[in-house]
């Protein structure tokens, strides 16, 4: 069982950036997928990065690509998404979401652990 704890959403400008964070209960990550997804009012959840918490690898999704980032804290058991250049289009609730194997899980069915979600605003 991993628990899933978000924070650092907010309102911002288009141009602006953000980092969010989020703090997983687990005894240790090292199989762990973890991913961020986002929801926009009235659209489908959406994946957006995701990384192997074990190799350190990563993927991003072609809309955000080159302008979000997506780390880890091992210390902390935390995990980031760095979003720079945001734009009016990335408004959503961002989720972090978990799955207990690695690869390149790309959609919301693939995770099993999920947090409660935080609202990232940019305004244009």
């Known amino acids: 069982q991993v628990q899933l704890v978000e924070s650092g959403g907010g309102l911002v400008q288009a141009g602006d950036s953000l980092r969010l964070s989020c703090v997983a209960s687990a005894r240790t990550l090292s199989n762990y997928a973890m991913g961020w997804l986002r929801q926009a009012p009235g659209k489908d959840r959406e994946f957006v990065a995701v990384?192997?918490?074990?190799?350190?690898?990563?993927y991003y999704a072609d809309s955000v690509k080159g302008r979000f980032t997506i780390s880890r804290d091992n210390a902390k058991n935390t995990l980031y998404l760095q979003m720079n250049s945001l734009k009016p289009e990335d408004t959503a609730v961002y989720y972090c979401?978990?799955?207990?194997?690695?690869?390149?899980?790309?959609?919301?069915?693939?995770?099993?652990?999920w947090g409660q979600g935080t609202q990232v605003t940019v305004s244009s």
């Open positions: 990384m192997n918490w074990g190799s350190g690898n990563t």
């Open positions: 979401a978990a799955r207990m194997s690695v690869g390149v899980p790309s959609t919301p069915s693939n995770y099993r652990y």
